[in-house]
C-alpha cells in the first residue's frame, strides 16, 4: 500500500519526525523550574498557560486549516515545535521562557487540528479507516524518542534534548515544504 502511494509515505515520515520534536515538551516545566529554580507551584502557572494558547490557537489554526489547508498548518507545527526547543535553550528569564510553553501549545492545538484531517484528505472514505490505522500504527514507535530523551537530559543535559528536537522539527518542516503537498491542491482524490 505504502509502496504505491508515495504522498502517503511522505505524510508518514513527516508525522514521525513532528511526532519525535515533540516529545521535548515533556521536559520543559523541569528544565524551567531547574534553570530559573523556581517554586513547583510554577506548574499550575505552565498548565493555564497552555490551556489559554491550545484555546486560542484551536480557533486560529482551524480557520487556517479551512481557509488554506491542512498542510500550511503543518508546516507551521514543525516551526512552533523548532521555536518551543529554541525558546527553551536561550530564554535569559521566567517571563522570556513563558514562550517555550506557547510554542509548544500552539504544536499541539495544530498536531490535533490537521494531523489525521491531512491523512484523511489524501485518501477515498473508503479508504481513511485503513490509512489512519496504518499511519497511527507506523508512527508510535516515535513516541519512544521521549525515553531517549530523558536519557540524554540525564547525561548531557535538557539543552541537548532541545537541540535535538529543533532538529527533527526543522526536518519535519523541510519534508513538509518539498515533499508534502496540500491534498485539496490535488483535489482531494485518493492519491
Known amino acids: 500500500?505504502?509502496?504505491?502511494?508515495?504522498?502517503?509515505?511522505?505524510?508518514?515520515?513527516?508525522d514521525a519526525l513532528a511526532l519525535m520534536s515533540m516529545t521535548a515538551g515533556a521536559f520543559y516545566a523541569v528544565y524551567a523550574i531547574e534553570k530559573f529554580q523556581l517554586p513547583a507551584s510554577y506548574a499550575g502557572t505552565f498548565t493555564v498557560l497552555v490551556m489559554a494558547s491550545m484555546v486560542a490557537g484551536n480557533v486560529v489554526f482551524g480557520f487556517l486549516a479551512d481557509h488554506f489547508g491542512h498542510r500550511v498548518n503543518w508546516l507551521l507545527l514543525s516551526v512552533c515545535s523548532a521555536a518551543a526547543s529554541i525558546m527553551a535553550i536561550v530564554a535569559a528569564n521566567?517571563?522570556?521562557?513563558?514562550?517555550?510553553?506557547?510554542?509548544?501549545?500552539?504544536?499541539?492545538?495544530?498536531?490535533?487540528?490537521?494531523?489525521?484531517?491531512?491523512?484523511?484528505?489524501?485518501?477515498?472514505?473508503?479508504?481513511?479507516?485503513?490509512?489512519?490505522?496504518?499511519?497511527?500504527?507506523?508512527?508510535?514507535?516515535?513516541?519512544?524518542?521521549?525515553?531517549?530523551?530523558?536519557?540524554?537530559?540525564?547525561?548531557?543535559?535538557?539543552?541537548?534534548?532541545?537541540?535535538?528536537?529543533?532538529?527533527?522539527?526543522c526536518a519535519a518542516c523541510l519534508w513538509t515544504y518539498f515533499f508534502v503537498e496540500e491534498p485539496r491542491s490535488i483535489g482531494g482524490k485518493a492519491v
Open 1 to 14: 500500500m505504502l509502496k504505491s502511494n508515495r504522498r502517503m509515505r511522505d505524510v508518514i515520515i513527516v
Open 94 to 169: 521566567i517571563l522570556v521562557y513563558g514562550l517555550v510553553f506557547f510554542f509548544m501549545a500552539c504544536s499541539t492545538s495544530l498536531q490535533g487540528i490537521s494531523r489525521l484531517s491531512l491523512i484523511a484528505e489524501l485518501c477515498t472514505e473508503a479508504e481513511r479507516p485503513v490509512y489512519i490505522a496504518l499511519v497511527n500504527t507506523i508512527t508510535a514507535p516515535a513516541v519512544f524518542v521521549g525515553i531517549f530523551c530523558g536519557a540524554l537530559a540525564r547525561w548531557y543535559g535538557y539543552p541537548v534534548v532541545f537541540g535535538i528536537a529543533t532538529v527533527l522539527a
